[in-house]
């Protein structure tokens, strides 16, 4: 059995260690892959591997738990051991990780009068039966169990949200007990007001500081803060970030390589470090985050590439190359482990509008007023809204009342307009028939929940129609919506008509060999997402920065493959181009 102790260094089975750990968020990145990455760690000179685990990714549904495929983290947590890797787990109930909602379950906002991250006696229920399931899982890869874990987090980045002691200390109740026996931390950003807000002051919870740059002074804070509180506990920097996040319709961010190494030089020597993110990956799916602002939130991209130590794919950067002479002292450059693809380009066989297959693929709720997403138990994705109306003019007037994120309006399947959160309430002039019912549909999508600060609350991430619809100067009652599933994609008929608006567009073409990663470009695309073979590859918008989305091989396969790309803003091309490498939009141009 294995030990570690907290004292003024790292003690692993009785012998002090400095935590050199990389930033691996397994659920980022296919299963096939995860040993790749993992041995792409060790090569580099590093000793642990750190995961997030998302709430919402293993409680998609209340009481419905999924822990197969990407969402295997036994399977991970017993790889990294099989590897002879430390883990740093944080399954904290938050973990921002720019993830939807930072990892918390959209269904919470179902409660009435919730309140996120506190000691809420719902908020609290709700986590312990998820802990109750989640813990016991992965308790029985803790060091002294013959497992790797050696260290759990507590919440995340909590003083820069909250200062409700009484909630972390229920928390870690929970934690221990349901098998968390392995020392606890806390990560915050490292100012007085965050690391006294965000701390549990506990023998058995220690603070840790995330940070870029500037170590030296960083960690004087934290030494500072832990002498004030008369807490003994290793330095460490819990993020010691890499690169950055992107949103869209913003140029990519990238860090110097020269100037990253140089600031992990400094951080090296004072202390242990986790970088993040050594492989940052894909927000596959609707899962990507979203950044808080006053006036509008500022949605993240597919691409989690996060100008990390390995990119997306997977593919060694020159920082991977400088850290890996500073850590271990090797000169000589290792190869990729695995190869991208090109595939060439292929031709459109199927396109059909959504309006004329919308019965086959979603399902349909009937109620007197609009629901919002969460009332619908359909938390991501697109809703359909649609109310029939008699008209007793040529035109019309609408405005539709606190809706998120984004909605298409269109009255007899003609298109009317488009709005995002900003002009939401606007009103919009439109031309209507007085000789029959009008036929008014609102496609709404939710384009990611936000992360991190004040607006993660249940009164502001609620999505779809949350008030209601004006026609004229009055609500409008009866309404119909049509919940997009796109699990359901095999149901289309191909044979409906197209006629234009957003669309389903279908792409076959065959691979003879073993499939290897490769790259969609949907420059030519308006907006929407990609299905490759069933997988959801996630979302594209023409604003940028990025061009394309990213395939993993394992989404292909020998033989036929079959791509549906649908697309909301009726701007398409008759067919696409598979690169071996990723497309960047210049957005200035």
Known sequence: MGS??????????GKVVKIISGAVHYFRIVPEYWEDTLLDLIDMGCNTVETYVPWNLHEPKQGEY???????IERFLSLAHQLGLYVILRASPYICAEWEMGGL?????????????????????????YFSILLPKVSQYQIHKNGSIILAQLENEYGSYGEDKEYLKKVFKLMRDYGIQ???FTADGTWNEALEAGSLINEDVFPTGNFGSHAKENMEILEKFMQRHDIEAPLMCMEFWDGWFNRWNQEIIRRNPQEFIESVKEMLEIGSVNFYMFHGGTNFGWMNGCSARKEKDLPQI?????????????????????????????????????????????KCKNRVSLFSVIEQISTIIENSWPLTMEELDHYYGYVVYQHDFQSYTKQSRLRVIDARDRIQIYVNNKFIGVQYQEEIGDEILFETSLDNQNDLKILVENMGRVNYG???????????????VLIDIHFTKKWKHYCLNFNKTDAIDWSKEYIGGPAFHQFVFTIDEIPNET????????????????????????????????????????????????????VFADEIILNDKPIYIDIHK
Not at 454 to 468: M, P
């Open 454 to 468: 004040a607006k993660l609350q249940a009164d502001t991430q609620k999505k779809g129609i949350r008030t209601g």
């Open 519 to 570: 790259f969609i470009d949907v420059t030519n695309f308006g907006k929407g997402i990609v299905l490759v073979n069933g997988h959801h590859c996630g979302r594209f918008y023409q604003v940028g920065p990025t061009g394309s989305l990213y395939i993993p091989g394992p989404f292909l396969k020998r033989g036929e493959n079959i791509i549906v790309i649908f697309e909301t803003e009726g």
């Open 4 to 13: 570690i102790e907290i004292k003024k260094d790292f003690y692993i089975n």
């Open 182 to 184: 392995v020392p606890v």
């Open 66 to 72: 999924d822990f197969d495929g990407i969402k295997d």
């Open 302 to 346: 597919t691409s989690y590439d996060y100008d990390a130590i390995l990119t997306e794919y997977g593919a060694k950067t020159e920082k991977y190359h400088l850290m890996r002479e500073l850590i271990t002292g090797e000169q000589h450059r290792l190869e990729n482990r695995r190869k991208t693809c090109s595939y060439g380009s292929v």
């Open 105 to 129: 379950p959209a269904w919470l906002l179902k409660y009435s009068g919730i309140r996120l991250r506190s000691d809420d006696e719902q908020y609290m229920k709700c986590l312990e039966q």
